[in-house]
C-alpha cells in the first residue's frame, strides 16, 4: 500500500542510532552518568547498534527499489 | 510523583519527538493512498505477509501487556510464559493452517461478516455490538492507563496526557486508517524491542547471568511464608503444575492446558477481529496464513524481553544494597505494575531511558490505534452498512460514502475512548468489571465459530443461542465464585459466594472453560433440532468440508505455511521443554 515501511523505519533508527551514538561519545568520560548502567556506556552500544539496524533496513528498501 | 518517578532530560525528549513525527509522517505519507472505503478499512488486502505478521503480534504487545506481564514475572516466574506458549502458539497456529482459508477466502471484511455469511443476521448483530463496545473500552482504558502512568512517573498533566496521546492516535488512524495503525505496529515493534533490550542485558549482567540469577532466587522462593515452594519454582514451567498449591499461579497442569492452553487462547488469537484483522489484510491467501505463523516466531521470544526483567527486579527487589524498590500497596505488598518501570529508573541513563520510555509510549499507542482501526471497520461494514445505510447501485458512490463514515468514526471512536478513558478515572473498577464482563464472549464466540467452520449442520438459530447461553454462563460463575482474598464484587461473587478459587487467574481459566462447553453444547443439540436455512452451495468457502482442498502453494517450499508451522511447533517444543 502505497509506502515501503522499511524506508521510514531504516531511516528513523539511522537518526536515532547517530543520535545515542553522538550523545555517547560526548558523555563517555562522565564515570557518574553510566555508573547505574554497570559502567557500560549504553548509549554507544545501543547508538550503534540501531545505527547499523537502521542502514541494513535502508539497504534492504534501496535493494527491493532497484528494478528486477 | 511515586518513589518511581524521575526527570527526563533533553536528549530524552529528544528521542521522543523523532518517533512520534515518524508516526505522523507515517499517516501523513498514507493520506493519498486512502481513495476508497477498502484502502481505508481493509487496507487494500495489499500487506506483505512479514508486515501483517509483525503488526499481528504487536497488536498484543500493549503497554497493559507489557507493563502487566513483566509484574507478573516477579509474581509467578516463569510460569508467565504459559501465556506466550501453550497459551499462543498452538492457537496462532491452527488459526494460521485451519481458519484463515475461512476467514480470507469467504471474502468477509471482518468477523462479524463471517458470522453473517455462515449463520445469520441476528448472530453477525450480536457480535458485532459487544466487539464495537469492548473495543471502544480497551481504547478507554489504555488511554487512562497511559495518562496516569505519565502523570505519576514524569509528572505531566493527567488532561495533557490524554489529549496528546488521543490526538496522536487520531491523526496518523485518520490520515492512513488501518494501513498507518499497521505499519506503525510494525514500527512500535521494533522500538519495543530495541528500547527493553537493554535492561534484560544489565540486568542480567548485574546478577551473574541465568545460573546467578537461580542461585540468588533459591533462598528467596523457598522462604516464601506461609508458601512451602520448591527453589526453582520461578525458573520452571510445567515442573510443578502437578497440583495447585505447588506454585503461585495456583492453577494445576489440566486449568492451564484447557482452560489457557485451548479455550482461553484459542478464543482470543482464533476470533478476537483486532487480531485477525491484521492476517485479512495480507495480499494473498498464503500471506493471510503465513500471518500469524510470523507473528508466532517473535512471540516465542518475548518473555525473553519482559518476563525475566521480571524475575530480575524480585531478586532486586530482596538483594541487599541494590538500591531497588517497587512502590508499595500496603506495607510488605509491593505493586508489581510498576516493575519496568523502576527497572527504566534503576539502570539506564539518560539517552536509552528516553528509548525505554518512548517503547512504553509506542506500546500503549499501539494498543489504542488497533482499537480505534477495528472499531471503525466494524462500525462501517456489520453496523453502519447493515442497519442504517445499506449498499445502493451505485458502486463507486458508496465506496466513496462509507470511506467518509470510516474517516468520521475513528474520530467518534478517539472522542467515545477519551470519555470512557475519564469514566475509568472516576469510576475504575466498574470499568474494570465492563471489560471483564465483554471479554467472556470470547470463549462462546470461539466455540460456534469453529463449530460452523467444522460442522456444516451448525444452524443460525443454535449459534445465536449458543453464543448467548456460554455469555450468560460465563456471567453467571463470575457471579457466583470469588478469588481468594477479593477486596470488590469486581472480581467476582455479585450474585453469591458459592466456591472460592485460590487466585483470579483460576477463576478466568474455569469461566472460560464453563463458557465454551456450554455453548458448544447448546449450539450442538439445538442444530440437531432446527432446520438448516443454508445450501451447500451457501456454505462453500465457509465450511470446511464444502470447500474445496488448497493445492500446494506456489511459493518456494521455505514460505509454505506448513513447513512455517513445523518451524514454529518445533521452537516452541524446544523452548518448552527447555524451561519444563
Same mark, same amino acid.
Do not use: C
Given at each position: 500500500m502505497g509506502i515501503d515501511i522499511k524506508f521510514p523505519i531504516g531511516l528513523m533508527f539511522s537518526i536515532l542510532g547517530l543520535l545515542l551514538t553522538i550523545f555517547g561519545l560526548i558523555t563517555s568520560s562522565d564515570t557518574v552518568m553510566y555508573t547505574r548502567s554497570l559502567g557500560i556506556n549504553v548509549n554507544l552500544w545501543s547508538g550503534m547498534g540501531m545505527l547499523t539496524f537502521g542502514l541494513l533496513m535502508l539497504f534492504l528498501a534501496w535493494r527491493s527499489k532497484k528494478p528486477k | 510523583m511515586i518513589e518511581t518517578g524521575f526527570t527526563l532530560s533533553w536528549i530524552d525528549y529528544t528521542v521522543m519527538i523523532v518517533y512520534f513525527a515518524f508516526v505522523l509522517g507515517i499517516g501523513w505519507a498514507l493520506k493519498r493512498y486512502m481513495k476508497d472505503a477498502n484502502a481505508f478499512?481493509?487496507?487494500?488486502?495489499?500487506?506483505?505477509a512479514w508486515v501483517a505478521g509483525l503488526a499481528f503480534i504487536s497488536t498484543n504487545l500493549g503497554a497493559l501487556e507489557v507493563m502487566g506481564m513483566t509484574g507478573s514475572g516477579a509474581k509467578y516466574g516463569m510460569l508467565t510464559t504459559h501465556f506466550y506458549w501453550i497459551g499462543a502458539i498452538p492457537a496462532m497456529v491452527f488459526l494460521a493452517l485451519f481458519m484463515m482459508p475461512f476467514y480470507y477466502g469467504s471474502k468477509a471484511r471482518s468477523v462479524p461478516e463471517y458470522l453473517k455469511l455462515r449463520y445469520d443476521e441476528k448472530t453477525r448483530g450480536l457480535n458485532a455490538i459487544l466487539f464495537a463496545v469492548m473495543t471502544i473500552l480497551a481504547s478507554g482504558i489504555s488511554m487512562y492507563a497511559l495518562a496516569i502512568l505519565m502523570e505519576k512517573v514524569?509528572?505531566?498533566?493527567f488532561h495533557l496526557s490524554l489529549v496528546l496521546s488521543a490526538a496522536i492516535v487520531l491523526g496518523y488512524t485518520y490520515l492512513g486508517g488501518l494501513s498507518s495503525a499497521i505499519y506503525n505496529e510494525v514500527l512500535q515493534f521494533f522500538i519495543i524491542v530495541i528500547g527493553l533490550l537493554p535492561i534484560v542485558l544489565l540486568c542480567m549482567k548485574d546478577l551473574g547471568g541465568w545460573s546467578g540469577l537461580e542461585q540468588q532466587l533459591a533462598p528467596i522462593v523457598s522462604n516464601m511464608s506461609p508458601h512451602k515452594y520448591a527453589p526453582d519454582t520461578w525458573t520452571t514451567?510445567?515442573?510443578?503444575?502437578?497440583?495447585?498449591?505447588?506454585?503461585?499461579?495456583?492453577?494445576?497442569w489440566y486449568g492451564i492446558a484447557?482452560?489457557?492452553?485451548?479455550v482461553l487462547s484459542f478464543g482470543y488469537w482464533c476470533t478476537n477481529f483486532l487480531i485477525v484483522q491484521r492476517a485479512m489484510s495480507a495480499e494473498s491467501a498464503t500471506a493471510a496464513r503465513n500471518t500469524p505463523l510470523i507473528g508466532a516466531i517473535p512471540k516465542m521470544f518475548i518473555p525473553f524481553l519482559i518476563i525475566v526483567p521480571g524475575i530480575a527486579a524480585l531478586v532486586l527487589l530482596n538483594? =541487599?544494597?541494590?538500591?531497588f524498590t517497587l512502590p508499595e500497596i500496603?506495607?510488605? =505488598?509491593?505493586?508489581?505494575?510498576y516493575t519496568i518501570i523502576a527497572l527504566l529508573k534503576q539502570y539506564l541513563p539518560a539517552g536509552v531511558l528516553g528509548l525505554g520510555i518512548t517503547a512504553l509510549l509506542a506500546s500503549f499507542m499501539s494498543g489504542m490505534a488497533g482499537n480505534v482501526s477495528a472499531f471503525n471497520t466494524v462500525w462501517t461494514y456489520d453496523i453502519y452498512q447493515s442497519y442504517i445505510r445499506p449498499v445502493t447501485d451505485d458502486k463507486e458512490g458508496d465506496s466513496q460514502h462509507y470511506l467518509k463514515v470510516g474517516r468520521m468514526a475513528t474520530i467518534f471512536g478517539v472522542i467515545v475512548s477519551i470519555a470512557a478513558a475519564y469514566l475509568a478515572s472516576l469510576f475504575g473498577n466498574i470499568m474494570d468489571f465492563l471489560q471483564t464482563i465483554f471479554s467472556m464472549i470470547n470463549a462462546p464466540l470461539f466455540a460456534v465459530i469453529f463449530l460452523g467452520m467444522f460442522w456444516k449442520r451448525t444452524t443460525g438459530h443454535a449459534a445465536f443461542t449458543g453464543l448467548l447461553a456460554g455469555f450468560v454462563i460465563a456471567l453467571l460463575h463470575h457471579g457466583l465464585t470469588v478469588p481468594e482474598g @477479593?477486596?470488590?464484587?469486581v472480581k467476582g461473587?455479585?450474585? @453469591?459466594?458459592?466456591h472460592t478459587y485460590p487466585v483470579e487467574m483460576a477463576q478466568n481459566f474455569w469461566t472460560a472453560i464453563f463458557a465454551f462447553t456450554t455453548s458448544a453444547v447448546v449450539t450442538v443439540v439445538l442444530s440437531l433440532l432446527t432446520k438448516q436455512q443454508k445450501t451447500d452451495e451457501d456454505l462453500k468457502g465457509l465450511v470446511y468440508s464444502l470447500t474445496p482442498r488448497m493445492g500446494?502453494?506456489?511459493?518456494p517450499w521455505y514460505q509454505r505455511s506448513t513447513t512455517l508451522a513445523i518451524l514454529v511447533l518445533s521452537i516452541g517444543t524446544v523452548l518448552t521443554i527447555w524451561f519444563w
Open positions: - | 478499512l481493509e487496507a487494500g488486502r495489499s500487506m506483505p514524569l509528572g505531566w498533566n514451567t510445567w515442573k510443578y503444575t502437578g497440583s495447585a498449591a505447588a506454585n503461585p499461579l495456583g492453577v494445576e484447557a482452560g489457557l492452553g485451548f538483594k =541487599h544494597g541494590s538500591g500496603s506495607p510488605g =505488598h509491593y505493586n508489581y505494575d @477479593a477486596a470488590t464484587l461473587g455479585w450474585i @453469591a459466594n458459592l500446494v502453494e506456489q511459493v
